[in-house]
């Protein structure tokens, strides 16, 4: 009983502390933090389902920024032991955390290199590496449209063929802008709006609405192709009928 309330406080005040020092990094950037509170475990699991889903084989996964680690919390204890986990984040406060998350994780004991941590901007990324799955936690409604046109398409780029991208849109930002923001920030949110539209009819195999968030968020899951999308309107030759 003692050691569960102990464990149980231990949880809370990470979670205080994580709270906090979201906030303090939204207040030096709100752009690129893009939210004053890391993501609610409802949501983390439905920006995770796809790796559930994978089951146990061995699988390489990205996660993009990724915060204090909220998401990254309930990425590793889903990791086999043939898994490998690239974390991605711009802010080195935030990746100085992670760091520490990975190295002292009972479920990463003995596996050191399982998990590596790159405090880079995601389009900076230099990797050779594709992935089965990519979780981005990305305020991609706070950029301009041609960087979440880069970032989309290098995501669709580090997917394997058939693997799957995951993200969230917290709800009714759109609208908000559109009443409170300045005109020329209403237009840049629609046109990334276009943009990510895009890729939605595209490549979307679903999107889900997490309302245990504060606040509620959309979670979309994306699928890179099995063929690209050139093979697909042109095939080879031979394969045609
Ligand atoms: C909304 S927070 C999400 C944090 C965490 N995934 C969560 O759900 O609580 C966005 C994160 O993306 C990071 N970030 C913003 N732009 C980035 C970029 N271009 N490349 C890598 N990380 C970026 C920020 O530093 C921040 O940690």
Redesign the pocket.
Known sequence: MNDRTTSHDRVLARRHAEGWM?LL?AARDQR????I???GPA??RA?TDPVRVLGPRPLAIL??????????RALIPQLSSGSRLDI????PR?TARLRHLVATHPHLAGRPRQVRVHQ????QLDTAQRYDVIVS???LTN?APH?VET?MSRYMELLHPGGTLTY?AYRGTLKARALLASRAEARRHAAVGEVMGSYQRRYATGCWTVWANLPPAHVWHLRRPLASHREQEHPPTGARR
Do not use: H, K, R
């Not at 880079?120 to 389009?123: D, R």
């Open positions: 979201f990094e690129t933090t893009g939210a509170a890391p993501s949501l983390a920006l996660e993009a920024g990724a915060g204090t680690g909220a998401v990254t991605v984040d711009a802010n935030f880079t901007f995601i389009e936690g990305l305020p950029f960087q970032i969230f």
